[in-house]
């Protein structure tokens, strides 16, 4: 949520629906000084394959509803915003509370699942969204960092 509340904190301070690259960059390093001018690249770049903004002729604007973020009072990121989120580990905690399961229980499932129905010719992300799907745990908002992992192997 910090994350979330990062990207939005320049649309909500602003008021303003859509902003340009280096008013964000400005906003993030040097008026509110929360990050390096390095960091707040960063940040942007992984809020759009996060998809949380987008960017259309230069401008940068939210996909989500900023009006529904509250920012508490003497808010600043930590470090924690620019570690990379991992997909799987998260889907395997979602289906892990569907289940009321170990998150090593629905790995050992997965692993089973991987060598005795697949022969071991399915990647363990693929094995965790038939899980998901089995355990009827809404995985769409993944897909993307799933499909990006496996594009990786």
Known sequence: MTFRITVAAPFKHTRKTGMR??????????DRKWMSTEQANLLLRRA???R????ENGVFSPLFDVAGITIPIGFKPTSAIFEQHDPSAELI???ARAKNMQETDIVAEMNKLIRD???GNLL???ALVLLAKSAQVPFEDLQDG????LQKK
């Open 124 to 126: 363990p992300p693929a």
């Open 117 to 119: 129905r697949f022969d």
């Open 52 to 55: 949380l903004i987008r960017q």
């Open 48 to 50: 759009e394959e996060e």
């Open 21 to 30: 690259k280096n008013e964000l960059v400005y906003y993030y390093a040097l």
């Open 146 to 149: 799933l499909l990006q992992s």
């Open 93 to 95: 905690a979602r289906i």
